[in-house]
């Protein structure tokens, strides 16, 4: 299904550009010089849809690398917030670890089997 979604979105795509292409391929002069109109130094000869399709991808580049900066505050939290959840987690294991396993010096108590209240019996051997 995703592969079916991508071809129908993909393919009226390329023919948009293939059509975009074709109708501009007419040279532009595209100067780098806005002090000398005339006779420019810096200018190149380039079809119209290669510029503007360039263009385009610096844009879609400069907006990706200004989104990454603004999310760096975010990235950090997430990385300090990782940290301290790693942190906890090692604490909750140590306290795991501290109560199923008795101290040295603590006296070791006698651990009595529970049964089903129905067989409980008292110091008398009287059924509860």
């Known amino acids: 299904m995703q592969k079916f979604l991508t071809a129908l979105v993909l393919i009226p795509l390329g023919l948009i550009f293939i059509v975009f292409a074709v109708a501009n391929r007419h040279l ?5 010089d806005p002090l ?7 200018n190149v000869q380039l079809p119209l849809f290669v510029l503007i399709i360039g263009v385009a991808i610096l844009g879609v580049i400069a907006g990706g690398i200004a989104t990454w900066f603004r999310q760096s505050k975010w990235r950090r939290a997430a990385r300090r917030h990782q940290a301290e959840a790693i942190e906890a987690k090692a604490e909750l294991a140590n306290l795991r670890a501290s ?7 603590e006296p070791r108590r006698l651990q009595l089997e529970r049964s089903s ?11 509860l």
Request: proline letters at 10%; glycine letters at 6%.
């Open 99 to 105: 109560v199923m396993t008795p101290a040295s010096n």
């Open 117 to 127: 209240a129905a067989g409980r019996r008292d110091k008398a051997d009287a059924a």
């Open 28 to 32: 532009v002069t595209v100067s780098f």
């Open 36 to 42: 000398e109109p005339s006779d420019p130094m810096g």
